[in-house]
């Protein structure tokens, strides 16, 4: 089973800070998919990258930087659009027959589980989801993407298709040397419960949505 993958791209950084463990054939529901496990060589955080097709270095290809969220993608809470997202993207990445998702494992835009659940509380009482990481002490955002972006470099690619609505993803990228292509939209229409925070990440965050005003 050949894992190697196009070297190509004369962006990439010298040296990576994370090294790919394994790949394996993941089969799912919406199609077949190959998954590569990364680990950072500069902290104890992993990676997974979701594979559809042959990433190549002279070809525009569909990407998302997916961060974590158990409560919407292993639990399919309606409070979020996350979960949404994520299987819309792997839909999208099937149809087109390739993409990457970077998945990484900074819940509730990095505070960690335990803390996304004390903001939840803040939120039942009235916080939006920035207000509710400030009552704790806590960043709004303390995500990083320049990983991420290695992992994409690592996998082949130079010129990427972003499936996001977070302009900060789309800036790390190109910080990090990647040709941003074009940005592609990723919006599912908002459940009652998930109104409030998406037009909390529009106006607070700039997060591009057009289904909530």
Request: hydrophobic letters at 40%; one cysteine or more; charged letters at 25%.
């Amino acid at each position: 089973m050949n894992h190697e993958f196009d070297k190509g791209c004369a962006q990439a950084p010298p040296t990576l800070s994370v090294e790919r463990v394994s790949v394996a054939l993941l089969p799912t529901e919406v199609g077949e998919f190959r998954i590569a496990g990364y680990r950072s060589l500069t902290s104890d955080e992993e990676f997974v990258a979701l594979i559809k097709g042959e990433p190549r270095a002279d070809t525009p290809t569909l990407v998302r930087i997916h961060s974590q969220c158990l409560t919407g993608d292993v639990f399919a809470s309606t409070k979020c659009d996350c979960g949404r997202q994520l299987h819309r993207t792997m839909q999208m990445m099937e149809q087109a027959g390739s993409g990457v998702i970077v998945y990484q494992m900074q819940e509730g835009r990095g505070i960690g589980i335990i803390n996304k659940i004390r903001a939840y509380a803040l939120q039942d009482s009235g916080a939006d989801t920035v207000e509710a990481n400030e009552l704790l002490g806590l960043e709004v955002d303390l995500r990083e993407y320049k990983q991420c972006a290695e992992i994409l470099f690592d996998l082949g690619l130079c010129q990427v298709l972003v499936i996001s609505n977070n302009p900060h993803k789309i800036k790390a990228m190109e910080e990090a040397g990647l040709k941003v292509v074009e940005r592609v939209a990723i919006e599912v229409e908002p459940t009652d419960a998930a109104v409030d925070y998406m037009r909390t990440k529009k106006e607070k965050m700039g997060h591009l949505l057009k289904f909530v005003s």
